[in-house]
């Protein structure tokens, strides 16, 4: 139980790898609070967990609302008593336009999505992590902005990559408090968004063609690290950028 009687906020938890970690964590003993925009799938992942004899409560809204992220924080100290973690994972791909195509309410929408959310959801956590004496916060990143990128993925490297530097800030600024800050950084997943963004079977097999493993990740495997950077078990590992990636970092051909 790597996380027996922890209370995690997981965002973006409606589904793929979200839902998934919120399925893995509250097998591993946590106490949680869901996050995401769509209600009725929200409450549907919590409704798995408390079947399962977890605690789970559903919080629905949207991450780019410096508001919501207060909200969540809230609701794990009113419902659980505190906090000690979150997996800070809801993401927006984009269009797939290239960079001159990318307007500017689409590059803004992609920004704030990823990247302002990540800081409008340490604002309101680390406090609450700090009065429980330490934490983790997992922040779901990318290999695309990192390692490599694909085109047609100008806003999103770029508020990927961003979230790698709030994140060190974070690690460097709290890590005497006992606060440790990581990137999970995923590669292909088989999640409802990536086969959306790629429904010719051709492309699909061209993407798991870049991993090592030459294959794409199930959601529970992402979810597999997110669970080791939250426990325990990474009481040492902060200000890292972890990938989890099939070796698709290191392929190239």
Request: proline share 3%; hydrophobic share 50%; with cysteine.
């Amino acid at each position: 139980m790597l996380l027996k009687d922890k209370v995690i906020i997981v965002t973006g938890a409606s589904s793929g790898i979200g839902a998934a970690a919120a399925l893995k964590f509250a097998e591993q003993g946590a106490k949680l609070v869901l996050g995401a925009r769509r209600r009725d799938a929200l409450e549907a992942v919590a409704g798995q967990v408390t079947r399962s004899n977890a605690a789970a409560v559903a919080v629905p809204g949207d991450v780019k609302d410096a508001g919501y992220a207060e909200e969540l924080v809230e609701v794990a100290k009113e419902r659980f008593g505190g906090l000690d973690g979150a997996f800070n994972n809801a993401g927006k791909l984009g269009s797939g336009a290239m960079v001159e195509a990318t307007g500017p309410e689409e590059w803004a929408e992609v920004l704030a999505t990823n990247l302002t959310s990540g800081y409008h959801a340490a604002r309101a956590q680390i406090p609450a992590l700090r009065a429980r004496g330490g934490g983790s916060l997992v922040f779901t990143g990318s290999f695309i902005g990192h390692t490599a990128t694909l085109p047609g993925m100008g806003a999103y490297a770029a508020s990927k990559a961003g979230l790698v530097g709030l994140m060190q800030a974070i690690a460097v600024e709290y890590g005497a408090e006992g606060i440790r800050a990581n990137v999970l950084m995923p590669g292909g997943t088989l999640t409802a968004i990536s086969m959306d963004a790629a429904t010719n079977p051709e492309t699909q097999a061209f993407i798991a063609g870049l991993h090592v493993l030459k294959r794409m990740a199930e959601p529970s495997e992402i979810a597999d690290a997110a669970l080791f950077l939250l426990s325990d078990m990474a009481s040492f590992v902060t200000g890292s950028a972890m990938l989890a990636d099939g070796g698709n970092s290191i392929c190239k051909m």
